[in-house]
């Protein structure tokens, strides 16, 4: 089942603005990219951020976040979110500016 295009279309308007916008599909859904660094992707009923790994623990306490697990791994600094724990414009915000503020950190994969 395909991401609902109503959060693609919310998350790519809050990443307005952002330098070097792409949407790309991956992971069975959109992923933006930042900078050529993945951003957020929007999957089925949620979205995945990457974040700084060392906001990790406190970012995963937040209702409806989780650790990305693949494979049995966990990937400290991504994060699932719940579409239901981002309905609001300033909770989406919260994520999509923790996933902005890392990727001008975070290194480019590939």
């Not at 992971?27 to 949620?46: A, D, H, I, L, N």
């Not at 990305?68 to 239901?84: F, L, N, P, S």
Request: glycine share 10%; hydrophobic share 40%; aromatic share 8%.
């Amino acid at each position: 089942m395909p991401p609902s295009d109503a959060l693609i279309q919310r998350v790519k308007a809050s990443l307005a603005g952002a330098p070097r916008l792409e949407e790309k599909r991956m992971f069975g859904g959109v992923t933006f990219m930042v900078r050529g660094k993945m951003c957020v992707s929007v999957g089925e009923g949620r979205i995945m951020c990457r974040i700084d790994p060392a906001l990790h623990e406190a970012a995963v306490k937040r209702k409806g976040a989780r650790t990305v697990v693949m494979k049995g791994r966990q990937y400290r600094g991504w994060v699932y979110v719940d579409a239901a724990a981002v309905k609001t414009k300033r909770d989406l915000g919260y994520w999509v500016r923790l996933s902005l503020d890392y990727n001008t950190k975070a290194k480019a994969s590939g």
